[in-house]
């Protein structure tokens, strides 16, 4: 099955580049990604710009409709993702825990749909 | 008539004694809880029908299993589910094809069964709810009752429980050691708090099964399955020790009755005997843990001869390792009224006030304030506390109570 981690984390939790401790942090992630690449668990991941940055969009009667920001108001922003491949929810649990987000902030794991799988 | 009434019977019998097991392993080769509670209804239905006619097979529930099988293989055929079941429809025909199960054949799945249903990633009371349905055999309808919602809203919550279990991929297997500990905490987590939510409706016991029961129920199953896991005989003995407290509880009138007050001669002393022998094999196994240390403070309550020849110095240690434990404030609350026993009010109302913040909105512990000034000879102070406790007071039996200790307050002056 394949999981989806996305981590969830405050603006100012996870250190800031030129910090001390960024280093580290950063260090932290390549390690579990490496962990995730040798248990052969990693099927893709990718880090995301701030939510500063982000556009959401609708599009109503046809016309697009944009607005600045990300689209959910909270104080813990969408910043990355692992996807997983694993057999049990406990497995993929298990490597959430791992990523270093999951320390500062939040990651919520969600199975993602199996096409093939779904009844005639 | 009368003997289709005790071919009912029969099957009720079974389902009550057996039903779990068989719902289990049903489920464990589907993968499918709805598919297998229907399949295992239809199996009954037609042991009705059958049974009534040539009485009773000579194993029911190898009958019950094969039968519920073939229902299910015709179940997912109809429903052209193949894409999706293929893999458990190829099983179940390779199952049917054998020959007849013996029915210490029938492989016991409930271990792994309870701990799916109290697998963490659930919400705790829907645990309850599934744990109750899929391993104690409480039908929608009675759970419901239990928890005062109405059967749709309940059979709602449990077909939301299922859809997770499938969709998000929860094992149905007996975690490893890595994650032992914890998924053991969530499954005793889960009986404990069936155990509560009997015990908080212990008043109209007549409406609503008996939540009680069924929880010792399956915690019995729990250390058949698994024995010599010390937090699940603690568990065992808590509540034993508790349920043989409950008659005195509340008198005639639905109100509360201070443990000093309670009739000690109307404790169950068999229920006694037994928590506090399995208290003992559990602290001997040295893996102490809160149910055992809880269970250890129940026995000291439940052998006292008398409230005051209580071993509260005991007691007041055994909090003390509780709080060490798990940092919870009501066990260093109920450690200061241990203590109050054997060092005076005065010294334990001291301490109070370092429990006073996470505490302020605790019903027990402004009446525990309260008792503790009354017995200081502060009445005016210990009727104030009375009254934020009053309050704060969830139900009326609570209230009562409150109000009485209240107006004693002045005669300890």
Known sequence: MKYIA???????????????EFGPYMASYNTASERFATDRVLVSAEALEESSTATTLRVRSGKVETMDGPFA????????FYIFECPTLD???????????????????????????LPA | MAEAASIGESIGRLVRNDGGRLLANLI??????????????????????HWARNGL?????????????????????????FRSKSAELAALIELDS??????????????GLIFTCCHPALDRRTSVALTLRSICGLTTEEIARAFVVTPDAMAQRLVRARHKITKAGIAYEVPGPEAWGERLDAVLGAIYLTFNEGYAASSDALLRPD?????????RVLLALRPDEPETEGLLALMLLHHARSPTRLDAGGVVVALEAQDRRRWDRARIAEGAALVETALRRFRPGPYQMQAAIAALHAEAPSFAETGWHEIALLYAGLFALQQNPVFELNRLVALSYVAGPEASLAELDGIAAPLAAYQPYHAVRADFLARSGRATEAEAAYDEAIRLAGTEAEQHFLRRKRGEAREQE
């Open chain 1, 6 to 20: 996305l981590i969830y984390t405050a603006a100012n939790s996870a250190p800031a580049y030129g910090s001390a």
């Open chain 1, 73 to 80: 108001e909270s104080k813990e922003q969408l910043g990355g």
């Open chain 1, 91 to 117: 497995e993929a649990i298990r490597y959430a825990a791992m990523i270093p987000g999951a320390s500062v902030g939040a990651v919520e794991v969600r199975p993602i749909v199996d096409f093939s799988k």
């Open chain 2, 28 to 49: 464990s080769n589907l993968r499918d809880f709805q598919l297998a509670q229907d399949s295992l209804q239809d199996a009954l239905e037609s042991a009705l029908h």
């Open chain 2, 57 to 81: 097979p000579d194993e029911p529930s190898a009958w019950l299993m094969r039968t519920a099988r073939r229902k299910a293989i015709d179940r997912i055929r109809r429903a052209a589910r």
């Open chain 2, 98 to 111: 054998e020959p007849g199960p013996e029915p210490d054949l029938i492989p016991d799945e409930r271990l």
């Open chain 2, 211 to 219: 939540l009680c029961e069924e929880a010792i129920r399956l915690c």
